[in-house]
Every structure is written in C-alpha cells, then in structure tokens.
C-alpha cells in the first residue's frame, strides 16, 4: 500500500491551492487529510466516507476546504480555498482500509492504517 500525496506550495493569503493523494494497492473505506505544525501535534482536517462521499471538517477549515474522492483513480483531493497563513503546515493524507471506522474515530490518527509522506504548504501573508 502507498500512499502519494502532492500539490503542496507556497501561496499568498486569500489564494486556493489543491492537495491530491493517490493510494495504491488499497481498496480505502476511507480517507483523511491531517496537518501538522513544527512542534504542535498533527490535527485532523477533513475526512470523506469512500462509498458515501460523506465529508467531515475540523472547525478551522469549515467552510473553506472540501475533501472529495475520485474511485477510478483512487485519488483523494483537498480543494483549499481562502488560505490563511495559520493553515501553514506539512499535509498528510490518510487512508483506513476495513472494517469501515466509527464515526467518532475520524479525527483519531491510529484510526488510520496508511500515512502519506506530507506535502508542505506555506501560506504568505
């Protein structure tokens, strides 16, 4: 199983930017997005439900990021919209595999079986 994720820069505050992250080798019942900050812990982001498409945000990105999935590619994206540069941060995706998690575990980074490598993102004010 692999996980490749990318579209990571750097871009100005109030521009968009879009994450992808291929899986291989995995049939997920679902996938995540999670950040992390030098020296803070990696926060959970966004998660979509493989066969429902149903999405889940942290507060922090509501409103302004959408997770969606392409099956045929097995291709998880982040459309990032309105960047501020508190979302500065490395990006990881996530995949779980089955059985499909509860929903209360979604935000948990050990309900996840696979890691992405991290793509960074720097927003400029």
């Known amino acids: 199983v692999q996980l490749q994720a990318s579209g990571g820069g750097l871009v100005r505050t109030g521009d968009s930017l879009t994450l992808s992250c291929a899986a291989s080798?995995?049939?997920?019942?679902?996938m995540a997005w999670f950040r992390q900050v030098p020296g803070k812990e990696r926060e959970f982001v966004a998660h979509v439900i493989w066969n429902s498409r149903h999405t889940y945000y942290a507060d922090s990105v509501k409103g302004r990021f959408t997770i969606s999935r392409d099956n045929a590619k097995s291709t998880v994206y982040l459309q990032m919209n309105n960047l501020k540069p508190e979302d500065t941060a490395v990006y990881y995706c996530a995949a779980r595999g089955n059985p499909r998690m509860i929903t209360s575990s979604i935000g948990t980074q050990t309900s996840y079986h696979y890691w992405g490598q991290g793509t960074l993102v720097t927003v400029s004010s």
């Open positions: 080798g995995l049939s997920p019942s679902g």
